[in-house]
């Protein structure tokens, strides 16, 4: 007889993955060891069509959960990106694993919050409610009803456990995937080596890491270009370094030809080699000239 249980990758390229390790412990371990997984997954690169729907389901349910309890359906609002296709996954996760009650909940809470005015919909995000309410000023009713529902949605917790709910899902699951550290890590390399695409989903990632990166990045990444170094690790940042006599800040990074430091000053940044103090690469800023 097959309980769905299966510990070999063959034929499972999409299935739900579970540690080993978790199946077997509390409801929070087997959720959370979902969540590692979906984790590791959407890092190397994988993206959704390419993730079993299931562990997704299961993941923006305790997403959406955990939003909550942080600070209610507003929390959950500023933080689900693309909250029509993140609506759709908590939806049918809460449906799937029998969660009835905050499925109701969840579609209400839904249909209040997208009814709501700009201006209403503002001081329910910026906590307002709460400061109008101390301050004895009025609060509209529809904000109001926000925070009725965002109650509502704790007290339900006290008698449908989500989190317990969840884990019995995925426990039931007709197919499991149940792996250890090492076959893990080799299970994603196997789906991201099929990805047809990868060497520009990498290229794309890399671009939008770089329009995040602080500024010290950005310019230790150019000055490894100048000097033609691969740049594999900042380190720190060294408040207290001297140099020249002077304190100064110094950033710690290493490339594929060993360990560097990078100082500034208003007008140039240096790459320089921390024992000889040789500088391999110099960059000078460019500043918009006012008069232009």
Same mark, same amino acid.
């Given at each position: 007889?097959?309980?769905?249980? @299966?510990?070999?990758?063959? !034929?499972?390229?999409?299935?739900?993955?579970? @540690?080993?390790?978790?199946?077997? !412990? /509390?409801?929070?371990?087997?959720?959370?060891?979902?969540?590692?997984?979906?984790?590791?997954?959407?890092?190397?690169?994988?993206?959704?069509? #390419?993730? %079993? !729907?299931?562990?997704?389901? @299961?993941?923006?349910?305790?997403?959406?959960?955990?939003?909550?309890?942080?600070? /209610?359906?507003?929390?959950?609002?500023?933080?689900?990106?693309?909250?029509?296709?993140v609506d759709?996954?908590?939806?049918?996760?809460?449906? %799937?694993? /029998?969660?009835?009650?905050?499925l109701d909940?969840?579609?209400?809470?839904?249909?209040?919050?997208?009814?709501?005015? #700009?201006?209403? %919909?503002?001081?329910?995000?910026?906590?307002?409610?709460?400061?109008?309410?101390?301050? !004895?000023? #009025?609060?509209?009713?529809?904000?109001?009803?926000?925070?009725?529902?965002?109650?509502?949605?704790?007290?339900?917790?006290?008698?449908?456990?989500?989190?317990?709910?969840?884990?019995?899902?995925?426990?039931?699951?007709?197919?499991?995937?149940?792996l250890d550290?090492?076959?893990?890590?080799?299970?994603?390399?196997?789906?991201?080596?099929?990805?047809?695409?990868?060497?520009?989903?990498?290229?794309?990632?890399?671009?939008?890491?770089?329009?995040?990166?602080?500024?010290?990045?950005?310019?230790?990444?150019?000055?490894?270009?100048?000097?033609?170094?691969?740049?594999?690790?900042?380190?720190?940042?060294?408040?207290?370094?001297?140099?020249?006599?002077?304190?100064?800040?110094?950033?710690? $990074?290493?490339?594929?030809?060993? #360990?560097?430091?990078?100082?500034?000053?208003?007008?140039?940044?240096?790459?320089?080699?921390?024992?000889?103090?040789?500088?391999?690469?110099?960059?000078?800023?460019? $500043?918009?000239?006012?008069?232009?």
């Amino acid at each position: 007889m097959n309980n769905g249980l @299966s510990t070999s990758t063959s !034929g499972t390229s999409n299935a739900l993955v579970l @540690s080993k390790e978790s199946i077997n !412990g /509390g409801d929070a371990a087997v959720v959370d060891a979902n969540v590692d997984v979906v984790n590791a997954m959407y890092a190397e690169l994988l993206d959704v069509e #390419e993730i %079993a !729907g299931n562990a997704l389901r @299961s993941y923006y349910v305790d997403f959406y959960l955990t939003q909550c309890l942080e600070g /209610g359906f507003a929390q959950y609002v500023f933080t689900a990106l693309g909250r029509e296709d993140v609506d759709a996954f908590i939806r049918e996760g809460l449906e %799937a694993m /029998g969660a009835a009650g905050h499925l109701d909940l969840f579609n209400r809470t839904v249909a209040a919050f997208d009814a709501l005015s #700009e201006d209403d %919909a503002d001081r329910y995000l910026d906590g307002d409610a709460d400061l109008g309410a101390d301050a !004895g000023a #009025e609060v509209p009713e529809a904000v109001q009803q926000m925070e009725e529902l965002d109650a509502e949605f704790e007290s339900l917790l006290e008698t449908e456990d989500i989190t317990a709910l969840n884990a019995a899902w995925l426990r039931g699951q007709e197919e499991l995937l149940l792996l250890d550290a090492e076959e893990l890590e080799r299970h994603i390399a196997q789906r991201v080596a099929s990805i047809p695409n990868l060497a520009e989903r990498q290229a794309e990632a890399e671009e939008d890491a770089l329009l995040d990166a602080p500024e010290f990045e950005l310019i230790i990444r150019e000055l490894c270009d100048v000097a033609g170094h691969t740049l594999e690790k900042i380190s720190m940042g060294d408040p207290n370094y001297v140099h020249n006599g002077e304190t100064t800040l110094a950033w710690h $990074f290493t490339t594929d030809q060993g #360990e560097f430091l990078m100082l500034e000053d208003d007008e140039e940044a240096f790459m320089i080699h921390p024992e000889s103090k040789e500088i391999v690469a110099a960059l000078e800023f460019e $500043f918009e000239d006012d008069d232009a």
